[in-house]
């Protein structure tokens, strides 16, 4: 919809005025959305959405659209900002726009987007598939992806001292945990809850997520050429990591359920951002330097998910 539909908009009802034809016709201009139309617009869009469609379906929806032949249900929002914006996460799409654009617009540009809004919400509902058939039952000899391997996990009310083949953290009160090659051993009495087990299990998997990535970091930095300040550890369910321009880097805990060599790609990921804060060709030239078959990496990244744990 472009500038003349936006000011018939605001004027509808309204006697146009003619204009002698040696006198150019202004262009319009874009004037804010009055407090009364965004109160009738905020009522609209607060009528229940009812849907029926395999895509994933934003639980907070306030608006829906038909998408080639597919019925979309959103969540709609305004703000401050100059242009409609898009996002597909897991709980679904999400569009933003400024106040001033009609919705009109807004339906134009998301039959616009179509395909890409299509294909990303299948992919959000395959990895939700795969998430719900990876979840995690808490319990004695259940099993937990970790850096490429299985290990089974078995409760044991006394936990041996560290050898040389065991590692052993404890943190407060936290129970004891030993990793014993492919067996996590936690100090726990048989009748654990599930949640004193996943408990336990997070509490040593964060303080490996930590270590390990230190370490790659470490490894990785001066190949990238780049110094890093800080590490935080996050638990995004769609953003495995990020860095800043401070040289603070956050990478997500759950990445140590997949292979060393994923894990590796992301943190040279974010380390090349401390050269391009962007996803430029230059970007990807100094992840491909150090990393040359990040691109296979990376669409593992994408194809495999991480089991949940609630």
């Known amino acids: 919809m472009g500038l003349l539909q936006l000011a018939l908009d605001f ?20 004037k804010p959305r009055s407090k009364r139309l965004l109160a009738q617009e905020s009522q609209a869009l607060l009528a229940p959405v009812l849907i029926a469609s395999a895509l994933p379906q934003h639980h907070l929806a306030n608006r829906e659209v038909m998408l080639a032949d597919q019925r979309v249900a959103y969540l709609f929002r305004r703000g401050r900002r100059r242009t409609i914006g898009f996002s597909v996460g897991t709980e679904g799409l999400v569009v933003r726009a400024p106040g001033w654009v009609p919705l009109g617009e807004i339906d134009a540009a998301l039959q616009e987007k179509s395909a890409w809004i299509l294909r990303k919400l299948a992919d959000s509902n395959e990895r939700r598939g795969k998430e719900q058939a990876a979840r995690i039952v808490w319990g004695n000899g259940m099993q937990l992806p970790f850096l490429g391997e299985l290990l089974t996990v078995e409760i044991a009310a006394g936990v041996p001292a560290a050898t040389t083949v065991t590692r052993v953290r404890r943190a407060g009160r936290q129970p004891t945990v030993v990793r014993e090659s492919q067996t996590l ?58 860095a800043s321009s401070g040289g603070g880097i956050r990478l997500n805990w759950r990445l140590m359920h997949f292979r060393p060599e994923v894990v590796d790609y992301v943190v040279v990921h974010e380390l090349a951002h401390l050269h391009h804060m962007d ?10 330097s150090v990393v040359p078959d990040h691109l296979t990496l990376r669409a593992e990244l994408r194809r495999e998910a991480a089991p949940l744990w609630i």
Do not use: C, N
């Not at 998997?205 to 990785?220: D, I, N």
């Not at 996803?279 to 491909?288: G, I, K, Q, T």
């Open 11 to 30: 004027f509808a009802g309204s006697e146009p005025v003619p204009v002698p034809p040696s006198v150019p016709t202004p262009a319009p201009v874009r």
């Open 185 to 242: 051993r936690l100090a726990l009495d048989a009748g654990a809850s599930p949640e004193a087990i996943r408990d336990a299990v997070y509490s040593w998997m964060v303080r490996e997520a930590k270590a390990h990535f230190q370490q790659r970091l470490e490894h990785f930095a001066p190949l990238v050429q780049v110094q890093w300040r800080s590490l935080a550890l996050t638990s995004a369910r769609t953003r495995w990591g990020s």
């Open 279 to 288: 996803h430029s060709p230059r970007f990807w030239a100094v992840v491909a």
